[in-house]
């Protein structure tokens, strides 16, 4: 079956980077968009961006063009996200997410990896 | 950017009672669409799709419909699993995809 297996809790400080990872497993890995959302507490889920493994391209939300760089290594099945700069704000759940649709313009997310915890705190 | 209102915010219900979840775009989505339910400590997980097709696995008590600007999500026969937080999210016009606010469904 489809699985998302991302990388574990951080704790940065301010104006830190960190860098995710999510591995795919159960699918055809440059078949399918993977994406990069984010739930800070008590909020609802805001989509960053995404990477198509299949050719590289990338696209991003604009509120995160200049924050965010999202990567994927073909060879192991792993997608990586990349959140420069780091404030207070950023503190939130990280998901990965497999895109799935009819076509690539139309997709919704079928299956997500279980989160990241990223704390940023001086 | 496509902005996504759910009403309402919160919602107290007995189980085994039908209930309505309300989603509104700011502009004509057609149906392209998605609702997903989403339990503390877990990620989301999809519902329906494409406004009114059940994802593989959800049960028959959940039922959507709606085109346009307008979208309805009803749970008939609530259970106890279905006490949770429920998003639609649009995916007609991105970059960026977005998702409403979410409503609480809580247990009365």
């Known amino acids: 079956q489809v699985r998302l297996v991302q990388s574990g809790a951080e704790l940065k400080k301010p104006g830190a980077s960190v860098k995710l990872s999510c591995k795919a497993s159960g699918y055809t890995f440059t078949s399918n968009g993977l994406h990069w959302l984010r739930q800070a507490p008590g909020h609802w889920p805001e989509w960053m961006g995404w990477i198509s493994p299949g050719n590289g391209k990338t696209e991003y939300s604009e509120k995160f063009q200049d924050k965010v760089t999202i990567t994927s290594d073909t060879s192991a099945n792993i997608g990586y996200m990349e959140v420069s700069r780091l404030r207070s704000e950023d503190t939130a759940v990280y998901y990965c997410a497999r895109g799935v649709g009819p076509t690539r313009a139309l997709i919704w997310f079928d299956s997500w990896g279980q989160g990241a915890l990223v704390t940023v705190s001086s | ?108």
């Not at chain 2, 189980?15 to 609702?35: D, M």
């Not at chain 2, 016009?93 to 998702?99: C, E, R, Y």
């Open chain 2, 1 to 108: 950017e496509i902005v996504l209102t759910q009403s309402p915010a919160t919602l107290s219900v007995s189980p085994g009672e039908r209930v309505t979840l309300s989603c509104r775009a700011s502009q004509s989505i057609s149906t392209n669409l998605a609702w997903y339910q989403q339990k503390p400590g877990q990620a989301p997980r999809v519902l329906i799709y494409g406004a009114y097709t059940r994802a593989t696995g959800i049960p028959a008590r959940f039922s959507a419909s709606g085109s346009g600007t307008e979208f309805t999500l009803t749970i008939s026969g609530l259970q106890s699993e279905d006490f949770a937080v429920y998003y639609c999210q649009q995916y007609n016009n991105w970059p960026p995809i977005t998702f409403g606010q979410g409503t609480r469904l809580e247990i009365k």
